[in-house]
């Protein structure tokens, strides 16, 4: 799932959409521990890139991250601290799905990123 939240202002209080995303992340590429615990220097860390223009995905490492810059690029750095919760929820349709709260923007109120749960067999 992807959701389109903004933070409250005056003008907005609440989520304003959510759609489906066909997307899977694997457990066993999700980041528990810094990459130093896992034995990987800070820039090995994985990096995906997205071209605008179309479909385009290249995966490579963050080292690397130079080589797809141009001139006038913005660069946003997310250097905020990872919470570990997540919460099951239950969709309408019966499909589910654990929502990981990502920043408190007032008492009552969080940014949740709604990810699908992995289906395990056996």
């Known amino acids: 799932m992807l959701a389109t939240l903004e933070r409250p202002t005056a ?36 990096l995906l890139v997205s071209y605008r223009d179309g479909d385009r995905l290249v995966h490579t490492r963050f080292r690397q991250l130079a080589e797809f810059l141009g001139p006038g690029d913005l660069i946003v750095v997310n250097d905020s601290i990872t919470i570990p919760a997540a ?21 009552d109120t969080w940014v949740v990123e709604p990810r699908k749960t992995s289906v395990h067999v056996g």
């Open 87 to 107: 919460l099951n929820a239950t969709r309408a349709n019966g499909d589910e799905l654990k929502l990981h709260l990502s920043t408190r923007v007032g008492p």
């Open 11 to 46: 003008q907005t209080t609440r989520a304003q959409t959510i759609r489906p995303l066909d997307f899977q992340l694997p457990e066993s590429l999700e980041a528990r521990v810094p990459p130093e615990a896992r034995g990987l220097a800070r820039d090995d860390v994985r």
